[in-house]
């Protein structure tokens, strides 16, 4: 994998922001994908073991995202200013709709295997290797499943920039910073305590799990590899922040889990709850305007918006912002751009290609159209 480039270094070896300013103008936004899918819940695999293939139906999110985008950016595409590389190869199981011969994989014990023996892990280092190899130093531009390979994108980024020089922006439901077993131990508790819990204490997949690299704990493991510095973090529109009756609770269990998010704030993360997008949107460009660093990246989930503005994801266990509001929220950090800080990549993830672009009673899902905008106004100002 590449390192630092060395053409951006003073002579003592630090990394030079004036000349990573050059050219900038120059760099080329490059789409690639990754359609990885090892969601293990018992839906999921349900839905890959039924799931028929339709004729006009998506395999690969990246698809998905670029038939909505690419009208607006043939222009771009014509000038050579950006490319499309197409999606990083993974074992047909391991996809949104496995072929029938996969069928006998599709299990729970399969899918638990991969993640506890840090498969996302691998996966996201393929995903750092690409874009070393084969982006920079241009603006890559991730369309994926797991967000667990945000981490691989984004380490290349910080070897090639500096991470004293590189920001982290994540729009999400979920603060991905919890570690397996302080998430199993709160889980456990709920299944014990809570008469409406969907969990069963008698679950073996509840026990005993190594705090592997995943989608719910990759920023941990950012953080705790010091690729990113907590206060060049900023988590924007978190539904599972702890409520404060749950910093009353003595369980241990509970303590372990609210103590991950106290403690991302007393380390100097930045992190807006969904609550206060909602009642108090202008917070999102007061709080962003602390940025400093030269280049920032940025990761939407677009589980921001379940079971609102949209339902083409894998997690939809809370309800996320409308349209309006996501807008806003992409505006926002748009703004941000100027003569310097700049783009350094971003990504969108945790689309569901067998919901995504879906009709429904209340019409067509708008996945695919939204997560085009959100690109258009983040990556090209549009």
């Given at each position: ?11 003592d070896?630090?990394?030079d ?34 799931m ?57 014990e399969?899918?638990i ?20 190899d084969?982006?920079?130093?241009n ?84 953080i ?28 241990k269990r ?129």
């Open positions: 994998m590449n390192k630092i480039n060395k053409n951006n270094l003073t002579s070896g630090i990394v922001r004036k000349r990573l300013m050059e050219n900038i103008s120059d760099k080329k936004i490059l789409f690639f994908g990754c359609p990885m899918d090892c969601d293990e819940k018992y839906d999921s695999l349900q839905e890959k073991l039924h028929v293939h339709g004729p006009d139906e998506f395999d690969d999110p990246l698809d998905g995202v670029l038939d909505c985008l690419v009208p607006d950016l043939q222009l771009d595409l014509d000038m050579d200013k950006t490319q499309i590389l197409g999606s990083l190869p993974i074992p047909s199981w391991l996809g949104p709709r496995p072929g029938f011969k996969d069928r006998s994989s599709i299990t729970t399969n899918f295997s991969f993640i506890d023996n840090n498969g996302c892990k691998k996966m996201a280092e393929l995903a750092d290797q690409f874009v070393s084969q982006i920079l130093p603006i890559p531009c991730m369309v994926g499943i797991d967000h667990s390979l945000t981490g691989g994108v984004y380490s290349a980024l910080a070897r090639q920039y500096g991470k004293e020089n590189l920001s982290l922006i994540i729009v999400d439901s979920h603060t991905d910073a919890v570690p397996m077993s302080a998430l199993a131990g709160a889980i456990q508790y709920d299944a014990e305590v809570n008469p409406s819990s969907v969990h069963d204490t008698n679950d073996p997949f509840l026990y005993n799990r190594p705090d592997s690299y995943n989608a719910s704990s990759f920023v941990d493991n950012l705790t590899e010091k690729l990113v510095d907590p206060k060049n973090l900023y988590i924007i529109g978190v539904s599972d922040f702890p409520e404060k009756k749950s910093l009353r609770v003595k369980d509970i303590k372990n889990y609210t103590n991950v998010y106290m403690n991302l704030k007393r380390r100097g993360a930045t992190i807006i709850t969904k609550k206060e997008c909602k009642l108090n949107p202008q917070k999102i460009s007061g709080l962003l305007k602390k940025i400093s660093t030269s280049h920032v990246y940025v990761s939407i989930d677009m589980d921001i918006g379940a079971n609102n503005a949209l339902e083409g994801v894998r997690f939809r266990n809370w309800k996320g912002l409308d349209q309006s509001k996501i807008y806003k929220i992409a505006d926002a950090i748009s703004k941000l751009f100027t003569d310097s800080i700049h783009l350094a990549g971003m990504d969108i993830c945790e689309i569901d290609p067998r919901r995504a672009g879906s009709i429904g009673p209340l019409g067509k899902d708008l996945t695919y159209e939204i997560a085009a905008k959100l690109i258009k106004k983040i990556a090209f100002n549009r």
